[in-house]
C-alpha cells in the first residue's frame, strides 16, 4: 500500500538533502584546516627566524666580547713588554699604546704583593711591588712584577711570563717595580726608568745552601703554576690562607767529610775530670777546655757552615709513614736481621735490652734505620757484617741517640755505621762499665739545645746522675769508648772515655740518600734586582718621545746575566 508522503518515512528528496548537507560541511571543514596549517607555517617561519637572529645576535656580542677581551689582554702584554724593555734596555724612556676599552681605565695599586728570600734561615732580600689592574664585569687582568695575570687568587692564571727564571742552579729574577699615576685610560702611556736596577741579594754564589722564596700576590695562583713549570712540584709549596707560593731550592747536600774527631758546633767542648782523651783532631764553636788532652789540632771559634738536615729527616720519617709498603720494624723482640739493601721504618722509637741483638747484613747493598723517636742501646749490641766499598748501615733518627752497656759497629771500620740526627738530638754515650761505638754522628745545630742545668734526654736511661746536664753531647763515665766522629752540640768528655778518630774517615762524606724528584733541584747562583719605573699618561712628560713604528720587544740579550 503506497503512503502518502506525510504519513512517515524518508523521501528521496529528503536523503538529497541530508547528503549534500554532509558534503557541504566536510569541504568546510577542509577548507579551514588548510587555512590553520598555513598559519602555522608562518608561524614557526617567523619563530625560526627571531631565533635564528637571537642566537645570532648573542654569537655576535660573545664574538665582540672576546676580541675586546683579546685586544685588552694584548695591551696589557705590550705594556708589559715595554716596562721590560725600558728596565733592561739602553734607553730610560719609552711610550706605549694602552688600547683598552673606551671610557674604561685601568688603576695602579701600590703594595699587592711582595718578595722575601732566605739563604737558610737569613732574609737576604725584601721588597714590595704594587700591579696595574683593570677589572670589567667582574673579570680581572693586571700587571705584576713584569708579568701579566688574568684572575685573582688561586684562580689567577699566567698570561704573560715575569722575567722570573730558574735553570740549571741559576735563578735570576728582575722585578720592575711601577710608581707614578694611578689611573692610566684609553691612550698611550709614558714610561721612565729611575735610576739603575738596584740589588736585592747579598750574595750570588749559594752553593750548598737551601734558598727560599716567598712571593706573597693577589694573583699567587698564577704564580704557582708558573713556578711549578720553571722548576718541580717538589719545590713550590702554597699557603692559600696568606696568598703566598714558597719556592725551594737546593738540593740538600753535605759539603764536607768527617775530617775530625769531633767538631762542637754550637758551643765548647769540656773535659770533666779523669783521665779522658781525644785521639785526633777536634774543634769547637766555643773553647776547649784542655787543649793537653787532644792529641792533634784544635780549633776554636769555628764558624759552623755545615748543613742542618731536620727537613730531609722529617720528610723521610713522614714518607716512610705514608708508604704502605715499608716494612715496619720493632727489633726490640730480639734476635732481628735487617739486610737485603733495604730500608726499614721504626715508628715509635728503637730499643734494644740485654740480650735483644740486631744483626745488619751489607752484603745486598746499604741498609737505613729510619726511626721517628729515639734510638736507645741499653745494653743491646747492633753487629754489622759483610761491609764493603761505599756501603753502610745508616740510621736517620728524629730525636736522641743514647747507648751504655752496649756495643754498635765495626772495630776499626766505623765508616759502616753512620747514625744522623736533627739539630735537636741530644747525644750520650755512657753508663755501665764499657759501652762501645764504632761509628759516626752527624746532628750540627746552629745554638746549643741545653741550658746549663737542664739534663740530657738522651743519659736518662743509664744512670749517670748529673753528668750530662747542660751537654748536648756527652761522652762520661766508665769506660766508654768511640772510634769515628761525631759532629754535633757542645760535648763534654769524662771519667775514663775516650773518643778516637778513625782515618778511614778521611774521604767518607755524609750521605743523605735522596731520590732525586722528590726534593728541590739544586742551586748555585742567584742573582736578584729591582728595577724602578715610573708611569704616566702621555704629555704629562714631554721628554718622552713617541715609540717607533716597530714594536718594541724584549730580546734574551737586553736582560742582565748573573756572573
Keep these: ?37 598555513v598559519a602555522l607555517l608562518i608561524g614557526f617561519v617567523v619563530l625560526g627566524m627571531l631565533s635564528v637572529a637571537l642566537v645570532g645576535s648573542v654569537t655576535l656580542d660573545r664574538a ?9 689582554e694584548l695591551a696589557f702584554v705590550e705594556f708589559s713588554q715595554s716596562v721590560t724593555s725600558v728596565a733592561f ?6 711610550q706605549v699604546a694602552f688600547d683598552i676599552r673606551a671610557n674604561d681605565a685601568a688603576v695602579r695599586h701600590d703594595e699587592t704583593g711582595s718578595i722575601r728570600v732566605y ?3 737569613t732574609l737576604i732580600a725584601n721588597r714590595t711591588f704594587g700591579s696595574v689592574e683593570y677589572t670589567r664585569e667582574g673579570s680581572t687582568l693586571a700587571y705584576q712584577a713584569g708579568g701579566v695575570w688574568r684572575g685573582t687568587r688561586a684562580d689567577a692564571n699566567m698570561v704573560s711570563p715575569p722575567p722570573f727564571d730558574y735553570d740549571d742552579g741559576s735563578l735570576n729574577a728582575w722585578i720592575p717595580v711601577v710608581t707614578g699615576e694611578r689611573t692610566l685610560t684609553r691612550s698611550a702611556i709614558d714610561l721612565r726608568r729611575n735610576g739603575s736596577a738596584v740589588a736585592l741579594d747579598r750574595q750570588s754564589v749559594v752553593q750548598g745552601q737551601l734558598v727560599t722564596v716567598e712571593i706573597q700576590s693577589k694573583y699567587y695562583g698564577g704564580w704557582a703554576d708558573y713556578l711549578r713549570q720553571q722548576t718541580s712540584d717538589a719545590s713550590i709549596t702554597v699557603d692559600h690562607a696568606n696568598e703566598t707560593v714558597v719556592m725551594r731550592l737546593g738540593e740538600p747536600a753535605i759539603d764536607s767529610t768527617f775530617s775530625e774527631g769531633v767538631f762542637a758546633t754550637s758551643g765548647d767542648i769540656q773535659f770533666d775530670g779523669g783521665n779522658s782523651e781525644i785521639h785526633g783532631s777536634v774543634s769547637a764553636g766555643g ?3 784542655d787543649h793537653s788532652r787532644v792529641t792533634r789540632g784544635v780549633t776554636e771559634g769555628t764558624t759552623n757552615d755545615l748543613r742542618i738536615i731536620d727537613d730531609v729527616i722529617e720528610k723521610k720519617v713522614r ?46 747493598g746499604n741498609v737505613t734505620m729510619l726511626v721517628d723517636g729515639n734510638v736507645s742501646l741499653q745494653g743491646g749490641d747492633i753487629d754489622v757484617v759483610n761491609g764493603g766499598g761505599d756501603r753502610a748501615f745508616r740510621i736517620y733518627s728524629t730525636r736522641n741517640f743514647g747507648m751504655g752497656n752496649s756495643r754498635a759497629g765495626v772495630v776499626g771500620e766505623s765508616q759502616y755505621l753512620q747514625v744522623y740526627g736533627t739539630s735537636e738530638m741530644q747525644i750520650a754515650i755512657t753508663g755501665g762499665s764499657k759501652a762501645d761505638l764504632f761509628g759516626t754522628i752527624y746532628a750540627p745545630r746552629k745554638e746549643a739545645v741545653l741550658g746549663d742545668s737542664e739534663p740530657n734526654a738522651a743519659a736518662e736511661p743509664f744512670g749517670t746522675g748529673n753528668k750530662c ?27 775514663s772515655t775516650e773518643i778516637e778518630y778513625d782515618r778511614n774517615l778521611v774521604d767518607i762524606q755524609p750521605s743523605l740518600q735522596l ?31 713617541v715609540p717607533p713604528a716597530v714594536a718594541s720587544s724584549v730580546a734574551a740579550a737586553a736582560r742582565p746575566r748573573a756572573d
Excluded at 8 to 27: L, P
Excluded at 326 to 350: N, R, V
Excluded at 472 to 492: F, K, L, M
Aim: charged residues 20%; glycine residues 14%.
Design 1 to 37: 500500500m503506497r503512503r502518502a508522503p506525510w504519513e512517515g518515512g524518508a523521501s528521496k528528496h529528503g536523503k538529497r538533502t541530508d547528503e549534500s548537507g554532509e558534503r557541504k560541511s566536510g569541504a568546510a571543514e577542509r577548507g579551514q584546516s588548510s587555512v590553520l596549517a
Design 64 to 72: 665582540q666580547d672576546n676580541a675586546q677581551n683579546q685586544r685588552i
Design 89 to 94: 734596555g739602553q734607553g730610560t724612556t719609552e
Design 119 to 121: 739563604t737558610d734561615d
Design 287 to 289: 773553647s776547649v777546655s
Design 319 to 364: 714518607d716512610a709513614e705514608n708508604d704502605s709498603t715499608m716494612p715496619i720494624m720493632h727489633p726490640e723482640y730480639g734476635g732481628a736481621f735487617l739486610g737485603s739493601g733495604a730500608t726499614y721504618y721504626d715508628d715509635d722509637g728503637f730499643v734494644l735490652e740485654n740480650g735483644e741483638d740486631l744483626t745488619v747484613d751489607l752484603s745486598g
Design 469 to 495: 746536664d747542660g751537654w748536648d753531647t756527652c761522652v762520661v763515665a766508665g769506660n766508654s769508648e768511640v772510634s769515628g766522629a761525631i759532629i754535633a752540640g757542645p760535648t763534654i768528655v769524662g771519667q
Design 515 to 545: 731520590d732525586h724528584g722528590l726534593y728541590p733541584p739544586p742551586i748555585t747562583y742567584l742573582h736578584l734586582s729591582v728595577y724602578d719605573i715610573t708611569v704616566s699618561q702621555a704629555g704629562s712628560n714631554s721628554s718622552i718621545a
